[in-house]
C-alpha cells in the first residue's frame, strides 16, 4: 500500500508487563515474554511508517514486580547473581533500580528516539488517568520527536 506523508501515526502506545520476564509462554517453546516485547518494540522504532511517531512506553504490574522483589522470585535471583559480578552492581532490593533497567533496554532499541515512559499499576485507576491525560498532552504537542 502506499501512504502519504500527512497520513501517519501520531503516537505509538506500547504496553509491556515489568514482570515479562520471568513469565514464559509454554505454548511457543518457553518463549520469553519480555524478550518477544523487546523485539516487538525494537520493530515499531525502525519500522519507516512511525518514523515521525511519538513512542509512549507503559510498564505494568510495578505493584506485582514489588511483591516479587519482596519475596525474592527465582528469576530475580538468578539476575541478582549475574549483577553480583559486575564492576558496578545496582542494588535491585528497590523496584526503582529494575525499572530504570527495564526502561534503559527498551530506550537502546532505537537510541535516536524520544521514548515517554511510564510505571504504574492497572488497578490503581488515578494513576492510570493521569497518565492518560499526560499521554493525550504528549500527542497533541507538535514540537515533541
Known amino acids: 500500500t502506499s501512504s502519504s506523508s500527512s497520513s501517519y501515526v501520531e503516537t505509538v502506545i506500547f504496553m509491556v508487563s515489568l514482570t515479562g520476564f520471568m513469565e514464559m509462554n509454554w505454548y511457543k517453546n518457553q518463549d520469553n515474554y519480555f524478550l518477544n516485547s523487546l523485539k516487538l518494540f525494537q520493530r515499531y522504532c525502525n519500522d519507516p511508517r512511525f518514523y515521525h ?17 519482596a519475596d525474592k522470585h527465582e528469576y530475580l535471583q538468578q539476575v541478582m547473581t549475574i549483577n553480583a559480578e559486575l564492576d558496578n552492581p545496582i542494588d535491585f532490593e528497590d523496584h526503582w533500580d529494575w525499572i530504570d533497567l527495564v526502561q534503559a533496554m527498551f530506550r537502546l532499541q532505537h ?25 493525550e498532552d504528549i500527542t497533541l504537542q507538535t514540537n515533541v520527536p
Open 111 to 135: 537510541r535516536n528516539r524520544m521514548v515517554f515512559s511510564y510505571s504504574f499499576s492497572a488497578t490503581d485507576p488515578s494513576k492510570v488517568r493521569s497518565i492518560l491525560r499526560e499521554i
Open 53 to 69: 511517531s511519538k513512542f509512549v512506553l507503559l510498564l505494568n504490574k510495578m505493584d506485582v514486580l514489588q511483591k516479587k522483589i
